[in-house]
């Protein structure tokens, strides 16, 4: 502030503000935040956007949807479910998609930005992992960020629960049973969530309490801690020419990067809004209303659950007896398998820095190719998964390509260990070959290894060293070299 | 915004600029005219489709817009800035320590107190979950147990019983017990077999009528109702997990996940000719839970 501008309107009101909370400090801070810019640092930020145009659509919906299980008979504008007996929660789910203006395309959009909430998700996850960003001193957002994960897959599974059609009420029944098996308490377990025996009375009110309240706070609530712990550390970014591991080398967010970041929140609700009035998702009204003696063929629940839908399908015929007891076959892929893969994911920071015993801090990524072993598990990981994914699929393949249900099943349970072990040997090869024809960070490596060792030997001196070795003083701009 | 330089050089900056500033200018009226277009549309009674292009149109031109105004006409440029550490230094994490034990010890002084809180919290949180057990009903027999009693009628959806004259061979029909169509923990199977000699253990053949054989239509895995039948292998198939069962092997399980039969249903006749039940299944029907076999 050099010379004081005539005071408007704006300026009033801050001045208003700032007089009783003293922002201008905190606000300066914010506006002159420095990101780097990189394709990949996005993809979580498409994950925020998508929780946005969850939250706004998913309100949208709360005035229309009844979450009851009490009979009722449709009388709206679709004739074919005209005089059918269903529940108030199919019933107004009818209505909003046919009798409510903009009711259906809000829904599609509520339905395809979900896809994308968990997508984008996980494609961050991906990101974070292969370029090593979760290590010292971002464990604990990586934690954060996999309950995240959970949260979303659980709400996304509560979500699509609540309409009360056949395909919901399938996958609600497979969750009833999966609940059923835990040992000692899964009789209370569904007892207590279902208020009875499948289908209860009372499982739409208490998951329509749990999808628009609960976890959405949660997930707002881990947001906020996610985003303020990113500040708080700032971002990680490539090596490159002035960048090292005492330093952050990118865009301020005032004005380029905000406008740039709003436009792709813009740009994201546009291609959602594209979806849910062109593709059509979640047609109930061709599923017709829940009738527990009835199940339609194919099946398929939303593409996040179709990993532990495949492992149901994919488990041989066993369980446990013992005493009189029994541990029934869906504890295994229903309940251990998703336990161990989200332990697995909350621990990976820790294990890896077990094995490679490197527990120092890392502010700049790994190029995939320079930690072959890494990326190896992690490409074994995704292939695991994806073929569990797609044994979800395994009766559609079967029928489409006119091969026997058993000999696709078959054929999966060969291909869930010796795809992902290909794989592992592929990618370790490729990282080993790529990385010897194109030799890590060859821009600045003095940089980046003074920083290195700065960090190594004593944290405090290494802003001092990079400044002094890099070929560019600090807080001085340099062009865009991308 | 025009006093903002482009990173371009001089020459090429003005018609660049110009040219952005039409995509800009483009995409902003496209967004405006869409918008407008949309309220149209709703007010003329909505549109799925229309509704989700013009919407998807008129975000859309906002999002070009702004990122091409942001990536022509606004700074751009990378600017270094010091990282800093995370980890305190130790002056500060010993002035936070000392701060803490001081309040800490003031507590502890009075340890009996502190000890009492405790509890007090503690048995709040113990009686704040009994209200949990509101929840539901004690798990009871009803896990066990279905409609089904000796001499109880076979009825089909629409509420008519069932005489073995109904199904013909290779035939299936749905049945629940009489006064208890559509619930959903009974719902049985009848299926007719072409040749009632392929009967084998275990399925038993004294609870067959006239080559009828009645099992659960529940899936013993999870549940979901077995409702696929190939009548020429004489296999039921469960469309969730792809569990097949042997229909005159006593419905035991030939692939997939599952692994016991479907439970079978006496049948037997009453005086009218109509199916009956001659009791109810011997063991639970549907998904296994722990205590199954008690």
Redesign the interface.
């Known amino acids: 502030m050099n010379q004081p501008r005539p005071a408007t309107r704006s300026r009033r009101l801050a001045r208003w503000v700032d007089d009783r909370l003293g922002t201008a400090y905190l606000a300066t801070k914010a506006l002159r935040k420095v990101f780097p810019d990189h394709w990949s640092f996005m993809l979580g930020e498409l994950s925020l956007y998508s929780f946005v145009i969850l939250v706004v659509t998913g309100v949208y919906l709360t005035f229309f949807f009844d979450p009851s299980q009490a009979e009722s008979t449709y009388r709206g504008s679709y004739e074919a479910m005209r005089g059918v007996e269903m529940t108030a929660a199919y019933r107004s789910a009818l209505e909003l998609s046919f009798d409510v203006r903009a009711g259906l395309v809000m829904r599609q959009i509520h339905h395809w930005a979900a896809l994308l909430f968990v997508a984008t998700m996980a494609v961050h996850m991906a990101r974070v992992f292969f370029t090593g960003a979760f290590r010292r001193p971002r464990e604990i957002n990586w934690m954060v960020g996999v309950t995240l994960l959970i949260l979303a897959v659980f709400n996304g599974f509560a979500g699509y629960s609540l309409l009360d059609d056949q395909l919901s009420g399938t996958g609600l029944r497979i969750g009833y049973s999966i609940a059923l098996s835990v040992p000692l308490v899964g009789t209370w377990l569904v007892s207590l969530l279902f208020g009875g025996e499948f289908p209860g009375p009372d499982i739409i009110e208490r998951l329509y309490v749990i999808h628009i309240l609960l976890v959405p706070a949660v997930i707002a609530a881990l947001i906020g801690v996610h985003m303020a712990i990113l500040l708080r550390q700032k971002h990680t970014q490539f090596a490159g020419p002035g960048r090292a591991e005492g330093n952050v080398v990118g865009e301020r967010v005032w004005p380029t990067y905000a406008a740039k970041g709003l436009g792709l929140f813009f740009l994201t609700t546009a291609v959602l809004a594209a979806l849910g009035g062109l593709a059509q998702i979640n047609p109930i009204w061709i599923y017709g209303p829940f009738d527990p003696a009835e199940v339609s063929a194919a099946s398929q629940p939303d593409w996040y659950m179709g990993w532990l839908d495949g492992a149901m399908r994919l488990i041989p015929p066993w369980e446990v007896r013992a005493f009189g007891y029994e541990v029934p076959n869906p504890f295994f892929p229903g309940a251990v398998l998703p336990g161990v893969t989200f332990a697995l994911l909350y621990l990976w920071p820790f294990l890896e820095a077990r094995f490679t015993g490197d527990r120092s801090e890392h502010h700049l990524l790994d190029r995939p190719r320079d930690r072959p072993v890494r990326t190896a598990m992690g490409v074994a990981t995704i292939a695991f998964y994806g073929v569990l994914f797609l044994a979800g699929g395994g009766d559609v393949l079967s029928t489409t390509f006119g091969v026997s249900v058993n000999a696709v099943f078959q054929a999966f349970r060969v291909l869930l260990f010796v795809l992902p072990a290909a794989s592992a040997w592929v990618a370790y090869r490729l990282c080993r070959d790529l990385a010897q024809r194109d030799p890590a960070p060859a821009d600045d490596g003095s940089v980046a290894m003074t920083a290195l060792a700065g960090v190594a030997e004593d944290g405090r001196d290494q802003d001092d060293r990079a400044g002094h070795d890099g070929p560019e003083a600090q807080g001085q701009a340099v062009g865009k070299h991308h | 915004m025009d006093d903002i330089e482009p990173?371009a050089t001089e020459e090429d900056a003005a018609p660049r600029a110009a040219a952005g500033e039409r995509v800009v200018i483009a995409a902003f009226t496209a967004s405006m005219a869409a918008a407008l277009a949309l309220a149209v549309v709703?007010w003329r009674?909505?549109q799925?489709?229309?509704?989700?292009?013009l919407?998807?149109?008129?975000?859309?031109g906002?999002?070009?817009?702004?990122?091409v105004?942001?990536?022509r006409f606004?700074?751009?440029?990378?600017?270094?800035?010091?990282?800093?550490?995370?980890?305190s230094t130790d002056d500060e994490v010993a002035s936070f320590t000392h701060a803490f034990e001081q309040g800490e010890q003031a507590i502890q002084r009075r340890a009996l107190l502190l000890k009492l809180l405790g509890g007090a919290v503690g048995a709040l949180g113990v009686a704040a979950l009994f209200p949990?057990?509101s929840?539901?009903?004690?798990?009871g027999r009803?896990?066990f147990d279905t409609g089904f009693r000796n001499g109880t009628r076979l009825m089909t959806?629409d509420g008519r019983s069932v005489r073995p004259e109904d199904l013909s061979v290779g035939g299936v029909v749905?049945v629940w017990p009489e006064g208890h169509v559509?619930e959903?923990?009974s719902?049985t199977l009848l299926v007719r077999v072409d040749r009632p000699e392929l009967f084998r253990r275990p399925t038993r053949t004294q609870w067959t009528v006239e080559g009828i054989v009645a099992y659960s239509?529940l899936c013993t895995?999870?549940?979901?109702?077995v409702?696929?039948y190939q009548s020429r292998e004489r296999l039921l198939l469960c469309?969730?997990?792809?569990?097949?069962f042997d229909v005159v092997e006593g419905a035991k399980?030939i692939?997939?996940?599952?692994?016991r039969p479907l439970p079978q249903l006496p049948l037997g006749l009453n005086q009218a000719g109509e199916l009956v039940s001659t009791g109810d299944y011997r063991e639970p029907i549907?998904?296994?839970?722990?205590?199954?076999?008690?």
Not at chain 2, 55 to 60: D, K, P, R, V, W
């Open positions: 990173a709703y009674g909505g799925a489709q229309l509704e989700g292009v919407l998807a149109i008129s975000l859309g906002i999002g070009v817009g702004m990122v105004w942001a990536k606004l700074p751009s440029g990378e600017i270094t800035e010091e990282r800093g550490r995370m980890a949990i057990r929840l539901g009903p004690r798990p009803g896990l959806v749905t559509g959903p923990d719902p239509k895995h999870t549940g979901c109702p409702g696929l469309p969730c997990h792809q569990s097949t399980p692939f997939g996940p599952a692994t549907g998904p296994g839970f722990w205590n199954r076999r008690r």
